[in-house]
Protein backbone atom coordinates (compact mmCIF):
# COMPACT_ATOMS: atom_id res chain seq x y z
CA UNK A 1 0.00 0.00 0.00
CA UNK A 2 1.63 3.53 -1.02
CA UNK A 3 2.02 6.14 1.21
CA UNK A 4 -0.02 9.87 1.38
CA UNK A 5 3.03 11.39 0.12
CA UNK A 6 2.74 9.44 -3.44
CA UNK A 7 -0.73 11.01 -4.07
CA UNK A 8 0.24 14.42 -2.87
CA UNK A 9 -0.35 15.59 -6.91
CA UNK A 10 -3.64 14.27 -6.31
CA UNK A 11 -5.16 15.80 -3.62
CA UNK A 12 -3.51 19.10 -5.68
CA UNK A 13 -5.00 18.70 -8.73
CA UNK A 14 -8.44 18.41 -7.13
CA UNK A 15 -8.07 21.56 -5.01
CA UNK A 16 -7.21 22.99 -8.13
CA UNK A 17 -10.01 22.06 -10.03
CA UNK A 18 -12.52 22.56 -7.09
CA UNK A 19 -11.20 26.29 -6.78
CA UNK A 20 -11.39 26.90 -10.98
CA UNK A 21 -14.75 25.12 -10.46
CA UNK A 22 -16.21 28.09 -8.49
CA UNK A 23 -13.86 31.03 -9.78
CA UNK A 24 -15.94 30.18 -12.76
CA UNK A 25 -19.01 31.77 -11.04
CA UNK A 26 -20.37 28.04 -11.48
CA UNK A 27 -21.64 28.15 -14.52
CA UNK A 28 -20.73 26.55 -17.67
CA UNK A 29 -17.81 27.72 -19.39
CA UNK A 30 -16.42 25.12 -22.11
CA UNK A 31 -13.37 26.60 -21.82
CA UNK A 32 -12.63 25.82 -18.51
CA UNK A 33 -14.83 22.97 -18.20
CA UNK A 34 -12.43 21.16 -20.87
CA UNK A 35 -9.16 22.59 -19.11
CA UNK A 36 -10.65 20.64 -15.95
CA UNK A 37 -11.42 17.34 -17.91
CA UNK A 38 -8.21 17.63 -19.55
CA UNK A 39 -6.23 17.90 -16.04
CA UNK A 40 -8.37 15.11 -14.46
CA UNK A 41 -7.82 13.00 -17.86
CA UNK A 42 -4.01 13.52 -17.39
CA UNK A 43 -4.08 12.62 -13.88
CA UNK A 44 -6.35 9.64 -14.44
CA UNK A 45 -4.50 7.97 -16.77
CA UNK A 46 -0.75 8.86 -14.97
CA UNK A 47 -2.97 6.99 -12.19
CA UNK A 48 -4.26 3.87 -14.22
CA UNK A 49 -1.27 3.53 -16.33
CA UNK A 50 1.20 3.08 -12.95
CA UNK A 51 -0.95 1.76 -10.45
CA UNK A 52 -2.71 -1.79 -10.13
CA UNK A 53 -6.45 -1.01 -7.89
CA UNK A 54 -9.17 -2.67 -7.16
CA UNK A 55 -12.25 -1.69 -8.85
CA UNK A 56 -15.32 -0.85 -6.07
CA UNK A 57 -18.81 -1.13 -6.52
CA UNK A 58 -19.11 2.25 -8.14
CA UNK A 59 -17.43 1.94 -11.26
CA UNK A 60 -19.81 -0.53 -12.73
CA UNK A 61 -22.60 1.86 -12.30
CA UNK A 62 -21.06 4.77 -12.77
CA UNK A 63 -19.76 3.61 -16.42
CA UNK A 64 -22.70 2.64 -17.18
CA UNK A 65 -24.26 6.38 -16.25
CA UNK A 66 -21.65 7.61 -18.45
CA UNK A 67 -22.13 5.56 -21.54
CA UNK A 68 -26.16 6.18 -21.33
CA UNK A 69 -25.87 9.96 -20.84
CA UNK A 70 -22.93 9.26 -24.02
CA UNK A 71 -25.79 7.24 -26.09
CA UNK A 72 -28.04 10.29 -25.40
CA UNK A 73 -25.72 12.33 -27.39
CA UNK A 74 -26.82 10.75 -30.41
CA UNK A 75 -30.32 10.87 -30.01
CA UNK A 76 -30.77 14.83 -28.97
CA UNK A 77 -31.65 17.63 -30.68
CA UNK A 78 -28.99 20.63 -30.03
CA UNK A 79 -25.93 18.00 -29.81
CA UNK A 80 -23.21 21.04 -28.70
CA UNK A 81 -25.15 21.38 -25.32
CA UNK A 82 -25.09 17.78 -24.64
CA UNK A 83 -21.04 17.63 -25.38
CA UNK A 84 -20.75 20.68 -23.08
CA UNK A 85 -22.80 18.86 -20.41
CA UNK A 86 -20.79 15.57 -21.17
CA UNK A 87 -17.71 17.33 -20.20
CA UNK A 88 -18.95 18.64 -17.12
CA UNK A 89 -20.26 14.78 -15.89
CA UNK A 90 -17.17 13.64 -17.15
CA UNK A 91 -14.92 15.79 -15.35
CA UNK A 92 -16.75 15.47 -12.18
CA UNK A 93 -16.45 11.58 -12.24
CA UNK A 94 -13.22 11.75 -12.94
CA UNK A 95 -12.90 14.12 -10.03
CA UNK A 96 -14.12 11.14 -7.53
CA UNK A 97 -12.16 8.43 -9.08
CA UNK A 98 -9.11 10.30 -8.74
CA UNK A 99 -10.41 10.74 -4.84
CA UNK A 100 -10.18 6.90 -4.24
CA UNK A 101 -6.45 6.85 -4.78
CA UNK A 102 -5.93 9.13 -1.52
CA UNK A 103 -5.65 7.19 2.03
CA UNK A 104 -8.30 9.09 4.70
CA UNK A 105 -6.23 11.71 6.16
CA UNK A 106 -5.21 13.10 3.00
CA UNK A 107 -9.11 12.78 1.49
CA UNK A 108 -10.07 14.91 5.07
CA UNK A 109 -7.50 17.85 3.91
CA UNK A 110 -9.13 17.54 0.79
CA UNK A 111 -12.09 18.27 2.32
CA UNK A 112 -10.60 21.47 3.72
CA UNK A 113 -10.18 23.41 0.35
CA UNK A 114 -14.21 23.26 -0.13
CA UNK A 115 -14.77 24.54 3.80
CA UNK A 116 -12.38 27.28 2.76
CA UNK A 117 -14.76 28.18 -0.37
CA UNK A 118 -18.21 28.26 1.49
CA UNK A 119 -16.63 30.46 4.20
CA UNK A 120 -15.42 32.93 1.31
CA UNK A 121 -18.99 32.75 -0.36
CA UNK A 122 -20.49 33.41 3.28
CA UNK A 123 -17.93 36.34 3.74
CA UNK A 124 -19.46 37.91 0.41
CA UNK A 125 -22.96 37.21 1.31
CA UNK A 126 -22.25 39.10 4.48
CA UNK A 127 -20.82 41.89 3.10
CA UNK A 128 -23.37 42.13 0.64
CA UNK A 129 -26.03 41.82 3.59
CA UNK A 130 -24.68 44.33 5.76
CA UNK A 131 -23.74 47.36 3.44
CA UNK A 132 -26.92 46.99 1.47
CA UNK A 133 -29.08 45.44 2.62
CA UNK A 134 -32.37 46.86 0.93
CA UNK A 135 -30.36 45.51 -2.39
CA UNK A 136 -30.01 42.15 -0.98
CA UNK A 137 -33.24 41.63 0.55
CA UNK A 138 -34.82 43.01 -2.99
CA UNK A 139 -33.32 41.68 -6.11
CA UNK A 140 -30.52 39.27 -7.36
CA UNK A 141 -28.52 41.04 -9.43
CA UNK A 142 -25.52 40.86 -6.66
CA UNK A 143 -25.48 37.42 -7.11
CA UNK A 144 -24.89 37.12 -11.59
CA UNK A 145 -21.34 38.33 -10.42
CA UNK A 146 -20.93 34.84 -8.33
CA UNK A 147 -23.62 31.78 -9.56
CA UNK A 148 -26.34 31.47 -11.79
CA UNK A 149 -28.69 32.88 -8.40
CA UNK A 150 -28.73 31.89 -4.82
CA UNK A 151 -29.82 28.87 -5.04
CA UNK A 152 -27.08 27.68 -6.38
CA UNK A 153 -25.13 29.02 -3.66
CA UNK A 154 -27.26 28.00 -0.97
CA UNK A 155 -27.06 24.54 -2.23
CA UNK A 156 -23.24 24.46 -2.32
CA UNK A 157 -23.31 25.50 0.98
CA UNK A 158 -25.59 22.90 2.24
CA UNK A 159 -23.21 20.13 0.15
CA UNK A 160 -20.14 20.78 2.49
CA UNK A 161 -21.98 22.34 5.65
CA UNK A 162 -21.84 18.69 7.52
CA UNK A 163 -17.78 18.16 6.89
CA UNK A 164 -17.27 20.98 9.55
CA UNK A 165 -18.70 18.11 11.74
CA UNK A 166 -15.56 15.68 10.93
CA UNK A 167 -13.22 18.77 11.60
CA UNK A 168 -14.82 19.56 15.19
CA UNK A 169 -15.26 15.78 15.92
CA UNK A 170 -11.30 15.37 15.29
CA UNK A 171 -10.77 18.29 18.43
CA UNK A 172 -7.70 19.93 16.13
CA UNK A 173 -8.41 23.54 15.50
CA UNK A 174 -11.68 22.62 16.88
CA UNK A 175 -13.19 25.99 18.05
CA UNK A 176 -12.19 27.33 14.52
CA UNK A 177 -13.90 25.17 12.52
CA UNK A 178 -17.09 25.60 15.42
CA UNK A 179 -16.53 29.17 14.43
CA UNK A 180 -16.33 28.69 10.32
CA UNK A 181 -19.32 26.33 10.70
CA UNK A 182 -22.08 29.10 12.54
CA UNK A 183 -20.92 31.66 9.97
CA UNK A 184 -21.82 29.40 7.50
CA UNK A 185 -25.17 28.13 8.61
CA UNK A 186 -26.17 31.99 9.03
CA UNK A 187 -25.12 32.73 5.51
CA UNK A 188 -27.72 29.65 4.44
CA UNK A 189 -30.24 31.19 6.47
CA UNK A 190 -29.78 34.43 4.78
CA UNK A 191 -30.06 33.48 1.45
CA UNK A 192 -33.60 32.86 1.93
CA UNK A 193 -33.88 29.17 0.59
CA UNK A 194 -36.29 27.30 2.61
CA UNK A 195 -35.36 24.28 1.20
CA UNK A 196 -31.42 24.63 2.20
CA UNK A 197 -32.53 26.19 5.34
CA UNK A 198 -34.87 23.47 6.24
CA UNK A 199 -32.15 20.89 5.59
CA UNK A 200 -29.18 23.14 7.17
CA UNK A 201 -31.31 23.08 10.75
CA UNK A 202 -31.53 19.08 10.39
CA UNK A 203 -27.51 18.65 9.66
CA UNK A 204 -27.13 21.41 12.80
CA UNK A 205 -29.50 19.34 14.86
CA UNK A 206 -28.37 15.84 13.99
CA UNK A 207 -24.62 17.20 14.47
CA UNK A 208 -25.79 18.41 18.27
CA UNK A 209 -27.31 15.10 19.44
CA UNK A 210 -23.72 14.03 19.30
CA UNK A 211 -22.81 16.10 22.38
CA UNK A 212 -25.73 15.57 23.98
CA UNK A 213 -24.57 14.79 27.20
CA UNK A 214 -22.31 18.30 27.83
CA UNK A 215 -24.86 21.10 29.45
CA UNK A 216 -23.24 23.71 27.21
CA UNK A 217 -24.79 21.53 24.08
CA UNK A 218 -27.89 21.50 25.80
CA UNK A 219 -28.21 25.04 25.84
CA UNK A 220 -27.32 25.14 22.04
CA UNK A 221 -30.43 22.87 21.25
CA UNK A 222 -32.84 25.29 22.94
CA UNK A 223 -31.17 28.00 21.59
CA UNK A 224 -30.99 26.35 18.12
CA UNK A 225 -35.32 25.45 18.31
CA UNK A 226 -35.46 28.81 19.26
CA UNK A 227 -33.34 30.09 16.28
CA UNK A 228 -35.19 27.58 13.85
CA UNK A 229 -38.65 29.28 14.91
CA UNK A 230 -37.13 32.71 14.29
CA UNK A 231 -35.62 31.82 10.93
CA UNK A 232 -39.27 30.13 9.43
CA UNK A 233 -40.80 33.65 10.50
CA UNK A 234 -38.00 35.13 8.62
CA UNK A 235 -38.49 33.27 5.40
CA UNK A 236 -42.08 33.43 5.79
CA UNK A 237 -42.05 37.49 6.06
CA UNK A 238 -39.50 37.63 3.01
CA UNK A 239 -40.93 34.98 0.82
CA UNK A 240 -44.78 34.85 1.74
CA UNK A 241 -45.77 34.09 -2.18
CA UNK A 242 -45.68 30.41 -2.79
CA UNK A 243 -45.94 30.82 -6.64
CA UNK A 244 -42.70 29.22 -7.26
CA UNK A 245 -44.42 26.43 -6.30
CA UNK A 246 -47.17 26.32 -9.00
CA UNK A 247 -44.18 26.66 -11.55
CA UNK A 248 -42.18 24.03 -10.62
CA UNK A 249 -45.33 21.77 -11.07
CA UNK A 250 -45.79 22.83 -14.39
CA UNK A 251 -41.76 22.07 -14.91
CA UNK A 252 -42.34 19.25 -13.75
CA UNK A 253 -45.21 18.19 -16.15
CA UNK A 254 -42.70 19.39 -18.97
CA UNK A 255 -40.33 17.17 -17.85
CA UNK A 256 -42.39 13.86 -18.01
CA UNK A 257 -43.96 15.27 -21.82
CA UNK A 258 -40.05 15.68 -23.11
CA UNK A 259 -39.80 11.76 -21.12
CA UNK A 260 -42.25 10.49 -23.45
CA UNK A 261 -40.79 11.48 -25.82
CA UNK A 262 -38.04 9.60 -25.77
CA UNK A 263 -38.59 6.73 -23.02
CA UNK A 264 -35.33 5.30 -22.74
CA UNK A 265 -32.92 7.57 -23.53
CA UNK A 266 -33.94 10.85 -22.78
CA UNK A 267 -33.41 14.62 -24.92
CA UNK A 268 -30.05 14.29 -23.52
CA UNK A 269 -27.90 15.08 -20.83
CA UNK A 270 -28.51 18.57 -19.99
CA UNK A 271 -31.04 19.20 -22.55
CA UNK A 272 -34.29 20.19 -20.31
CA UNK A 273 -33.77 23.68 -21.67
CA UNK A 274 -33.58 23.22 -25.03
CA UNK A 275 -36.72 21.81 -25.32
CA UNK A 276 -39.07 23.37 -22.43
CA UNK A 277 -40.07 25.76 -25.10
CA UNK A 278 -41.27 22.98 -26.97
CA UNK A 279 -43.35 20.76 -24.32
CA UNK A 280 -44.35 22.99 -21.87
CA UNK A 281 -48.18 22.42 -21.42
CA UNK A 282 -48.63 25.83 -20.26
CA UNK A 283 -47.41 29.36 -20.30
CA UNK A 284 -44.94 29.68 -17.55
CA UNK A 285 -41.73 31.18 -16.37
CA UNK A 286 -38.16 29.66 -18.29
CA UNK A 287 -36.63 27.98 -16.99
CA UNK A 288 -32.87 26.15 -17.78
CA UNK A 289 -33.48 23.15 -15.40
CA UNK A 290 -36.59 20.76 -13.79
CA UNK A 291 -35.82 21.67 -10.45
CA UNK A 292 -36.11 18.19 -9.57
CA UNK A 293 -33.30 15.84 -10.33
CA UNK A 294 -35.50 12.65 -10.65
CA UNK A 295 -37.69 14.43 -13.19
CA UNK A 296 -34.08 16.30 -15.04
CA UNK A 297 -32.61 12.65 -15.23
CA UNK A 298 -35.68 11.18 -16.52
CA UNK A 299 -36.28 14.27 -18.99
CA UNK A 300 -32.42 14.59 -19.99
CA UNK A 301 -31.28 10.84 -20.18
CA UNK A 302 -34.72 8.67 -20.34
CA UNK A 303 -35.45 5.67 -17.78
CA UNK A 304 -32.30 4.13 -18.37
CA UNK A 305 -29.94 7.02 -17.23
CA UNK A 306 -32.14 7.48 -13.88
CA UNK A 307 -31.79 3.93 -13.30
CA UNK A 308 -27.78 3.97 -13.75
CA UNK A 309 -27.83 7.16 -11.29
CA UNK A 310 -30.25 5.29 -9.19
CA UNK A 311 -27.31 2.59 -9.16
CA UNK A 312 -24.54 4.87 -8.36
CA UNK A 313 -26.25 5.88 -5.40
CA UNK A 314 -27.57 2.54 -4.29
CA UNK A 315 -23.89 1.64 -4.48
CA UNK A 316 -22.71 4.59 -2.14
CA UNK A 317 -25.45 4.12 0.54
CA UNK A 318 -24.64 -0.22 0.65
CA UNK A 319 -20.46 0.97 1.22
CA UNK A 320 -21.26 3.54 3.63
CA UNK A 321 -23.91 1.30 6.03
CA UNK A 322 -20.68 -1.11 5.51
CA UNK A 323 -18.70 1.77 6.69
CA UNK A 324 -20.50 2.56 9.62
CA UNK A 325 -20.86 -1.12 10.84
CA UNK A 326 -16.90 -2.41 9.98
CA UNK A 327 -15.13 0.90 9.86
CA UNK A 328 -12.87 2.20 12.39
CA UNK A 329 -13.64 5.49 11.60
CA UNK A 330 -17.56 5.40 11.07
CA UNK A 331 -18.28 9.05 12.11
CA UNK A 332 -16.30 9.89 8.38
CA UNK A 333 -19.35 7.51 6.30
CA UNK A 334 -21.83 8.92 8.67
CA UNK A 335 -21.02 12.37 7.40
CA UNK A 336 -20.74 11.73 4.64
CA UNK A 337 -23.83 10.28 4.11
CA UNK A 338 -25.62 13.45 6.03
CA UNK A 339 -23.91 15.90 2.83
CA UNK A 340 -24.79 13.56 0.14
CA UNK A 341 -28.00 13.23 1.52
CA UNK A 342 -29.03 16.88 2.49
CA UNK A 343 -28.46 17.68 -1.19
CA UNK A 344 -30.16 14.73 -2.27
CA UNK A 345 -33.31 16.41 -0.89
CA UNK A 346 -32.92 19.74 -1.57
CA UNK A 347 -32.31 18.69 -5.68
CA UNK A 348 -36.05 17.53 -5.54
CA UNK A 349 -37.21 20.42 -5.68
CA UNK A 350 -33.91 22.83 -7.09
CA UNK A 351 -31.06 22.33 -9.76
CA UNK A 352 -27.97 22.75 -7.76
CA UNK A 353 -26.63 19.48 -8.99
CA UNK A 354 -26.79 20.14 -12.57
CA UNK A 355 -24.26 23.13 -12.30
CA UNK A 356 -20.85 22.03 -12.98
CA UNK A 357 -18.81 23.04 -9.64
CA UNK A 358 -21.12 21.81 -7.41
CA UNK A 359 -21.81 18.34 -9.55
CA UNK A 360 -18.13 18.10 -9.15
CA UNK A 361 -17.70 18.65 -5.58
CA UNK A 362 -21.12 16.12 -5.19
CA UNK A 363 -18.68 12.98 -6.70
CA UNK A 364 -15.50 14.30 -4.82
CA UNK A 365 -17.59 13.46 -1.60
CA UNK A 366 -19.43 10.80 -2.43
CA UNK A 367 -16.55 8.65 -3.69
CA UNK A 368 -14.54 9.56 -0.82
CA UNK A 369 -16.36 6.38 0.80
CA UNK A 370 -14.66 4.27 -1.44
CA UNK A 371 -11.06 3.13 -1.68
CA UNK A 372 -8.73 2.15 -4.90
CA UNK A 373 -6.60 0.11 -2.51
CA UNK A 374 -3.89 1.67 -4.67
CA UNK A 375 -0.49 -0.39 -5.00
CA UNK A 376 2.62 0.54 -7.20
CA UNK A 377 3.83 -1.32 -10.30
CA UNK A 378 7.05 -1.54 -11.50
CA UNK A 379 6.26 -0.54 -15.03
CA UNK A 380 3.57 1.41 -16.83
CA UNK A 381 0.93 -0.75 -18.65
CA UNK A 382 1.20 1.67 -21.64
CA UNK A 383 4.23 3.43 -23.49
CA UNK A 384 4.47 7.13 -22.07
CA UNK A 385 4.80 7.73 -25.68
CA UNK A 386 1.82 6.25 -26.83
CA UNK A 387 -0.38 7.56 -23.95
CA UNK A 388 1.38 11.19 -24.98
CA UNK A 389 -0.21 10.80 -28.20
CA UNK A 390 -3.40 9.60 -27.13
CA UNK A 391 -3.92 12.48 -24.97
CA UNK A 392 -2.62 15.35 -27.42
CA UNK A 393 -5.53 13.51 -29.68
CA UNK A 394 -7.85 14.02 -27.10
CA UNK A 395 -6.66 17.88 -26.10
CA UNK A 396 -6.60 18.85 -29.87
CA UNK A 397 -10.19 17.15 -30.12
CA UNK A 398 -11.31 19.24 -26.82
CA UNK A 399 -9.96 22.41 -27.65
CA UNK A 400 -11.41 23.36 -31.14
CA UNK A 401 -14.36 24.37 -29.61
CA UNK A 402 -12.60 26.89 -27.49
CA UNK A 403 -11.23 28.23 -30.74
CA UNK A 404 -14.35 28.67 -32.03
CA UNK A 405 -15.63 30.08 -29.46
CA UNK A 406 -12.88 32.61 -29.73
CA UNK A 407 -13.87 33.29 -33.26
CA UNK A 408 -17.37 33.62 -32.01
CA UNK A 409 -16.90 36.30 -29.65
CA UNK A 410 -14.73 38.20 -31.90
CA UNK A 411 -17.41 37.79 -34.64
CA UNK A 412 -20.03 38.95 -31.92
CA UNK A 413 -17.63 42.28 -31.38
CA UNK A 414 -17.70 43.33 -35.13
CA UNK A 415 -21.00 42.83 -35.62
CA UNK A 416 -22.47 45.24 -32.71
CA UNK A 417 -19.96 47.70 -34.50
CA UNK A 418 -21.50 46.73 -37.86
CA UNK A 419 -18.31 45.82 -38.94
CA UNK A 420 -20.18 42.67 -40.89
CA UNK A 421 -17.72 41.64 -43.23
CA UNK A 422 -15.24 41.18 -40.55
CA UNK A 423 -17.78 39.58 -38.56
CA UNK A 424 -18.64 37.15 -41.45
CA UNK A 425 -14.96 36.09 -41.69
CA UNK A 426 -14.93 35.39 -37.76
CA UNK A 427 -18.17 33.20 -37.90
CA UNK A 428 -16.87 31.17 -40.58
CA UNK A 429 -14.33 30.66 -38.54
CA UNK A 430 -16.55 29.76 -35.45
CA UNK A 431 -18.27 26.99 -37.96
CA UNK A 432 -14.38 25.54 -38.88
CA UNK A 433 -13.91 24.68 -35.74
CA UNK A 434 -17.21 23.43 -34.07
CA UNK A 435 -20.02 22.80 -36.95
CA UNK A 436 -22.44 21.37 -34.89
CA UNK A 437 -22.96 24.93 -32.99
CA UNK A 438 -26.02 25.96 -34.36
CA UNK A 439 -25.67 29.43 -32.57
CA UNK A 440 -22.68 29.60 -34.97
CA UNK A 441 -24.51 29.38 -37.98
CA UNK A 442 -27.39 31.57 -36.95
CA UNK A 443 -25.17 34.48 -36.17
CA UNK A 444 -23.28 34.41 -39.31
CA UNK A 445 -26.76 34.15 -40.84
CA UNK A 446 -27.53 37.58 -39.16
CA UNK A 447 -24.20 39.01 -40.52
CA UNK A 448 -25.32 37.81 -44.17
CA UNK A 449 -28.58 39.59 -43.96
CA UNK A 450 -26.81 42.47 -42.39
CA UNK A 451 -24.83 43.26 -45.50
CA UNK A 452 -27.89 42.38 -47.32
CA UNK A 453 -30.05 45.33 -46.21
CA UNK A 454 -26.37 47.54 -47.01
CA UNK A 455 -26.08 46.36 -49.85
CA UNK A 456 -29.11 45.88 -51.44
CA UNK A 457 -29.36 45.23 -54.91
CA UNK A 458 -27.83 42.21 -56.93
CA UNK A 459 -25.06 41.56 -54.25
CA UNK A 460 -27.95 42.05 -51.61
CA UNK A 461 -29.76 39.45 -53.25
CA UNK A 462 -26.67 37.19 -52.90
CA UNK A 463 -25.94 38.14 -49.09
CA UNK A 464 -30.08 37.04 -48.41
CA UNK A 465 -29.86 33.67 -50.17
CA UNK A 466 -26.66 33.01 -48.05
CA UNK A 467 -28.72 34.13 -44.60
CA UNK A 468 -31.55 32.10 -45.65
CA UNK A 469 -29.14 29.01 -46.17
CA UNK A 470 -27.01 29.58 -42.86
CA UNK A 471 -30.02 29.68 -40.98
CA UNK A 472 -31.35 26.12 -42.98
CA UNK A 473 -28.15 25.08 -41.89
CA UNK A 474 -28.73 26.15 -38.33
CA UNK A 475 -31.90 23.61 -37.99
CA UNK A 476 -30.38 21.02 -38.37
CA UNK A 477 -28.60 21.43 -35.84
CA UNK A 478 -31.30 22.17 -33.91
CA UNK A 479 -34.42 21.31 -35.47
CA UNK A 480 -37.04 22.16 -32.70
CA UNK A 481 -35.89 25.73 -32.51
CA UNK A 482 -38.42 28.48 -33.02
CA UNK A 483 -35.98 31.04 -33.08
CA UNK A 484 -34.47 30.16 -35.70
CA UNK A 485 -37.91 29.72 -37.70
CA UNK A 486 -38.67 32.64 -36.48
CA UNK A 487 -35.35 34.39 -38.28
CA UNK A 488 -35.87 32.61 -40.93
CA UNK A 489 -39.83 33.98 -41.69
CA UNK A 490 -38.59 37.45 -41.10
CA UNK A 491 -35.78 37.18 -44.05
CA UNK A 492 -38.35 35.73 -46.25
CA UNK A 493 -40.72 38.70 -45.44
CA UNK A 494 -37.79 40.98 -45.70
CA UNK A 495 -37.56 39.65 -49.22
CA UNK A 496 -41.32 39.83 -50.25
CA UNK A 497 -42.00 36.17 -50.16
CA UNK A 498 -44.85 36.15 -47.78
CA UNK A 499 -46.04 32.42 -48.27
CA UNK A 500 -42.00 31.48 -46.93
CA UNK A 501 -42.84 33.91 -44.24
CA UNK A 502 -46.31 32.41 -43.49
CA UNK A 503 -44.79 28.64 -43.28
CA UNK A 504 -41.58 28.75 -40.87
CA UNK A 505 -43.47 31.12 -38.50
CA UNK A 506 -46.05 28.78 -38.15
CA UNK A 507 -44.06 26.13 -37.70
CA UNK A 508 -42.28 28.13 -34.96
CA UNK A 509 -45.32 28.89 -33.49
CA UNK A 510 -45.77 24.51 -33.46
CA UNK A 511 -42.48 24.79 -31.34
CA UNK A 512 -43.37 27.20 -29.00
CA UNK A 513 -47.04 27.64 -28.70
CA UNK A 514 -47.33 30.04 -26.31
CA UNK A 515 -45.23 32.80 -27.09
CA UNK A 516 -47.80 35.63 -28.28
CA UNK A 517 -45.01 37.63 -30.09
CA UNK A 518 -44.93 34.54 -32.91
CA UNK A 519 -48.67 34.60 -32.72
CA UNK A 520 -49.31 38.38 -33.26
CA UNK A 521 -46.16 38.40 -35.81
CA UNK A 522 -48.13 35.75 -37.52
CA UNK A 523 -51.33 38.07 -38.14
CA UNK A 524 -49.58 40.87 -38.76
CA UNK A 525 -47.58 38.83 -42.07
CA UNK A 526 -51.36 37.76 -42.89
CA UNK A 527 -53.18 40.97 -42.54
CA UNK A 528 -50.96 42.19 -44.75
CA UNK A 529 -52.06 42.17 -48.09
CA UNK A 530 -48.34 42.23 -49.75
CA UNK A 531 -44.56 43.46 -49.07
CA UNK A 532 -42.66 44.72 -51.72
CA UNK A 533 -38.68 44.64 -51.54
CA UNK A 534 -36.83 47.59 -50.63
Known amino acids: ?49 NYKIKLSSFVFPSAVLLIICCISYSFADFQVNVRDYLFVLMSALLAGFNMTFL ?9 VVPLFIALWLSMILFSRFITNPQSFLSVDEFYDAVALNINVIAGFLVLVYPLFFIFIKEKKNQNIFAAMMIFVLF ?7 RVAIGAAFVLTFVFLLEYRKNNFVKILITLFVLLLLASIAYISFLKSDFHSVSERIIWWKTAYMIFKHNIFFGCGFGNYAVMFQTFR ?19 DTGILGLLSFTAVMISFYVKVIDGIISEKDNYFYIVVALSITAFLVINLVDYSFFVPANMMIFFIIMWSVFSSEPEKKQKGRMNIYILTVLVLYIAAVTIRPVAGHIHYKKG ?30 TQLAKSYFALYDAVRGEKGQEYAEKSIEYNKKALEFFKSSSQIRSYLSSTYWNLGDKENAVKYIKEAIAYDRFNPNLTEYLQMIEKTEGHRQK
Do not use: C, G, W
Not at 187 to 193: E, F, G, H, K, W
Not at 283 to 296: C, E, G, K, R, S
Open 1 to 49: METKNNFFITAFILAVVMVVSIVSKFSLVYSIQAAIFLILLISTVFLLN
Open 412 to 441: IEYYVQKQYYLSVEEFEQAVKYDKKNPEYY
Open 281 to 299: PELVLNTLFAHNIIMQFLS
Open 103 to 111: PLDMKKKVF
Open 187 to 193: AVIITRS
